[in-house]
């Protein structure tokens, strides 16, 4: 039988002499995206994140040494039969879920290529993508609520999925006053106490925004504007667009307008998607084309659809304008 390893059961691996008696048949990927995650000293795939197809090699086994490997693997791994996209069927472990012991330390790692010595580029994913900052100054207090503009706006996470050259925080801890890192993300628990303690008929609207982008936490997310709603508060989601993506199995448009979303502004920031790629870093991709299907999407909905760019040089502002002009979209440029 065939066993596809992306991680330290490939040759060079420091596993690899697990694989003395295994036939090596060659390299190849498979032919789903899945999402490769990186632990530390060795890699897991998780089955539901679709991201990127894994590379590795495949080898041909005998059924001792399977169930050998499997014990190597432990509780934390399930064994499926996948394809690959040279057509080989082949078994692949895949991770239950991050180890919660290993989530502060675990990072996607978009390419879907693990090597042992990760390089200084890809380890500098880790606190752009899954993760905020892990060198949080001594007596630092979380702020998941903040007031700006005769707005209230809602910090509910520091997990991205673009690494955009011009963010703001990696220029600056702080955004109006506020340090927007999070040592956790807050509850739901934690975001209607806080949220009930205020006056919030003051506002003009609440706007989920923050140090991340907001739809990685979509139930949240969707629970607190419900709760919002009710209220009769108007409730903002600032967003890059990449929902669909980021909650494959989700209607995201259907379920914000059923929760009482009223408004979005979503972020463009390039008038190519060439361009948007060398601006945005997305960990996704087609991520720009996910982002303008978000934003249409929300029109036809109803909802109040806003395109923004942020002014750097090479952004053409009028023909973004005209992308938004086009769809149907306010404009603006921040």
Not at 121 to 146: C, F, P, S
Not at 268 to 294: D, H, I
Not at 298 to 321: F, H, L, N, Q, Y
Request: aromatic share 10%; proline share 3%; hydrophobic share 40%.
């Amino acid at each position: 039988m065939y066993l596809f390893v992306y991680g330290t059961l490939k040759r060079e691996g420091v596993s690899h002499q697990l694989m003395e008696s295994a036939t090596f048949v060659c390299k190849t990927r498979t032919s789903q995206k899945y999402g490769l995650i990186d632990l530390g000293p060795f890699p897991g795939v998780l089955y539901d994140l679709r991201i990127s197809l894994i590379t590795g090699e495949i080898y041909n086994i005998n059924t001792e040494l399977l169930c050998k490997l499997d014990d190597h693997e432990g509780e934390w791994y399930f064994r499926s039969e996948v394809e690959m996209e040279n057509g080989i069927t082949a078994q692949m472990y895949f991770l239950k879920d991050i180890p919660s012991s290993m989530k502060n330390r675990s990072f996607v790692i978009p390419s879907g290529t693990w090597e042992d010595e990760m390089g200084e580029n890809t380890r500098g994913v880790k606190e752009r993508i899954l993760y905020g900052k892990n060198d949080l100054a001594q007596g630092h207090k979380d702020t998941i609520a903040y007031e700006v503009h005769s707005n209230l706006y809602l910090n509910i996470t520091n997990r991205c999925s673009a690494r955009c050259t011009f963010c703001i925080r990696d220029i600056s801890d702080v955004v109006y006053g506020y340090d927007l890192w999070l040592s956790r993300e807050p509850t739901l628990e934690d975001m209607i106490s806080h949220l009930s303690e205020l006056d919030l008929d003051k506002y003009k609207e609440i706007v989920f925004t923050g140090f991340g982008e907001p739809t990685a936490r979509l139930s949240v997310l969707l629970r607190i504007t419900a709760w919002l709603h009710e209220q009769g508060i108007k409730v903002r989601l600032d967003t890059n667009g990449h929902a669909a993506l980021i909650n494959p199995d989700i209607d995201v448009v259907k379920e914000l307008k059923q929760a009482g979303m009223a408004a979005v502004s979503v972020s463009l920031n390039a008038q190519t998607e060439e361009l948007y790629e060398k601006l945005c870093r997305p960990v996704f991709s087609g991520s720009y084309q996910a982002m303008l299907t978000f934003a249409r999407q929300c029109i036809a909905a109803g909802i109040s659809t806003r395109m923004t760019v942020v002014k750097v040089p090479e952004i053409d502002i009028d023909a973004c304008k005209k992308i938004a002009k086009d769809m149907g979209a306010s404009f603006f440029a921040r």
